[in-house]
């Protein structure tokens, strides 16, 4: 016959049962609590914004929104094509100037990050991401705008691929460090160069980060207004179309018409925003929210493709 | 002409450093051809290192040092003028994680002899064939050349990663604890492929698994660190012998299980 010993130490513990676990079950639902409260917080601002800008920009939008330019201060109706085709026209100069040399540097930073030429870029990209948007529009203003002698789509489409450039450059070395070293041993243990291992082992192992680091950067300078004030200026009558069928009558060729839709000014969604929103006409003031709606679901748009062409990739790819 | 060719590869007195640091020291051994040879030995001591100097791997390390000599076919592959293409071609290589290429299956395969300018397609799926066959995946994958090489199970990519080696017909082929990530069926094909192939090539294969090393190898290599912590081969010999009758007392302690 044994009695079942009972020590010291669960004697104190026994004591002190009810009081611990009164304590603890307050202190977890306290905190938890709190936390829901600070989540909740952290979304109202959230859905608010997105709530507003539906509800105010949602009462003008409408088809000839998207399909005229704008009509003379004053006047009603009228759209914002020139602010459209402008976005599209700086964001993809933007993407043609930094993307190539942002990859290719990404890669150099990749392969030898302790070379000189590695430091002074990682150096560089970290500055660079650090320098406020308007000085980069300003920068541009001085190297591009006063020698050529006026605004335009080129000057607009430097600035933002100088703010895309650190973006593209991190995310993409971030990418190509997360491929695994034996994936790129193994193309060189068949005899294969670096340029060749890189090109068609590691680009293709990243290329859905990398994918996704120039949509976030793209996403981010289609909003960017600062850089554009020194460089584009804003341009309410800018017709991709008109110039087209101009350049048609006039029978100029490819190069003279490209010529004419990057070199004058062109104004963006983000500008005419900021311009509407200031001007003492209550049609432009609703015009200015409805320009927010279309920047707002521009920029969703771009994210949504991204992910369902990532996603479709990554099938693929599993087979 | 046998006596000529019986040694493969021929190893004298080849360090590796890494810096300061010494991680081979002083390994003088022969290669058979035709033979599978096993690297065995504790975690670091140096198995990798070694097995990655006869295809030049240890380059990509920035501050590796090789000294010494490495001899395929009697020419040093260390030697100047020496095409490291050249000699990754001649002496294939198997990591320990299966590493296909995110391409298809087809393509992981023509990898290696399309550097080479083959760019014909039926010579390109002879190859595939041919090579896929020799690492016994065909049947299993050819009615999905074109699925992506990351959609096979793990013990096919590693026999895709074999095939790989296989396509640029190198004359070594070394493996890296080829079946260390792999289930005991798939471990299985593996070995059974390797006994198939070596009629045609030469194989080094590093192992932590004592009784892989046994089934397997025709020869083996054990090594261990001394006590400057660099890694030296104690005992090389035919794999009966070190497995039944060591001659050095460590050896014996480590293939019985013994070794602390």
């Known amino acids: ?319 | 002409m046998e006596t000529i060719n019986a040694n493969k590869v021929e190893v004298k007195g080849l360090s590796v450093r890494y810096g300061k640091f010494r991680a081979l020291a002083e390994i003088n051994f022969a290669v058979r051809t035709n033979k599978i040879t096993a690297i065995i030995g504790p975690s670091g001591c140096g198995k990798s290192t070694l097995l990655r100097s006869f295809n030049r791997m240890n380059d990509l390390t920035a501050n590796a040092r090789v000294t010494g000599e490495i001899l395929l076919d009697g020419q040093d592959i260390n030697a100047k003028g020496v095409d490291i293409v050249d000699v990754r071609r001649r002496v294939g290589m198997v990591f320990q994680r299966p590493n296909p290429f995110p391409k298809s299956i087809h393509d992981n395969v023509t990898y290696g002899p399309r550097l080479y300018g083959i760019r014909n397609r039926s010579d390109l799926d002879e190859i595939v064939e041919k090579s896929l066959r020799q690492a016994a995946l065909w049947d299993e994958v050819k009615d999905k050349l074109h699925q992506s090489g990351l959609s096979l199970s793990g013990g096919q990519q590693q026999r895709l990663c074999i095939a790989r080696a296989l396509a640029v017909e190198p004359e070594v082929i070394l493996m890296d604890e080829p079946a260390s990530a792999l289930d005991p069926i798939s471990t299985l094909k593996i070995e059974e492929l390797m006994h198939d192939i070596v009629r045609d090539y030469t194989i080094i294969i590093v192992t932590h698994n004592m009784q892989q090393a046994a089934r397997v190898s025709d020869f083996t290599a054990m090594m261990m660190i001394d006590d400057q912590r660099a890694g030296r081969m104690i005992e090389f010999n035919d794999t009966n012998v070190i497995f039944t009758n060591p001659k050095d007392k460590r050896t014996e302690d480590y293939v019985t299980g013994r070794f602390g």
């Open chain 1, 1 to 319: 016959m044994t009695i079942p010993s009972v020590t010291r130490f669960q004697q104190m513990i026994a004591r002190n049962k009810d009081a611990v676990r009164g304590r603890r079950r307050f202190v977890n639902s306290f905190m938890l609590f709190l936390a829901g409260l600070m989540t909740l917080a952290a979304v109202i601002p959230l859905f608010w914004i997105v709530g507003y800008v539906i509800y105010k920009g949602g009462q003008y939008i409408n088809l000839d929104f998207f399909i005229h330019t704008a009509r003379p201060m004053g006047m009603t109706g009228g759209g914002v094509l020139h602010a459209i085709e402008g976005t599209l026209v700086i964001t993809f100069l933007a993407a043609v100037f930094s993307i190539p040399p942002g990859v290719l540097a990404a890669f150099y930073a990749a392969r030898s990050p302790n070379t000189p030429l590695g430091i002074a870029l990682r150096f560089g990209t970290d500055v660079l991401s650090g320098v406020p948007s308007i000085v980069i529009g300003l920068f541009v203003y001085a190297i591009m705008v006063v020698p050529m002698g006026h605004y335009s789509g080129l000057a607009g489409g430097v600035a933002m691929g100088i703010l895309m450039l650190p973006t593209i450059i991190r995310t993409t070395e971030e990418m190509l460090k997360l491929v695994p070293h034996t994936l790129r041993e193994g193309s060189l243990a068949l005899g294969a160069a670096e340029w060749k291992t890189s090109l068609s082992v590691l680009f293709p192992s990243a290329l859905n980060g990398i994918i996704t680091g120039f949509l976030l950067a793209i996403a981010r300078a289609s909003g960017e207004t600062a850089p554009l004030l020194f460089t584009v200026l804003g341009n309410e009558r800018y017709d991709i179309g008109a110039i087209i069928r101009n350049g048609a009558v006039q029978k100029q060729n490819i190069f003279q018409i490209l010529g004419h839709i990057v070199n004058q000014p062109v104004d963006s969604l983000p500008l005419t925003l900021w311009k509407y929103a200031q001007q003492p006409y209550p049609e432009r003031v609703a015009q200015s929210w409805a320009v927010a709606l279309v920047l707002m679901i521009f920029v969703l748009l771009v994210n949504i493709l991204a992910r369902l062409w990532i996603e479709t990739r990554k099938r693929r790819m599993q087979g």
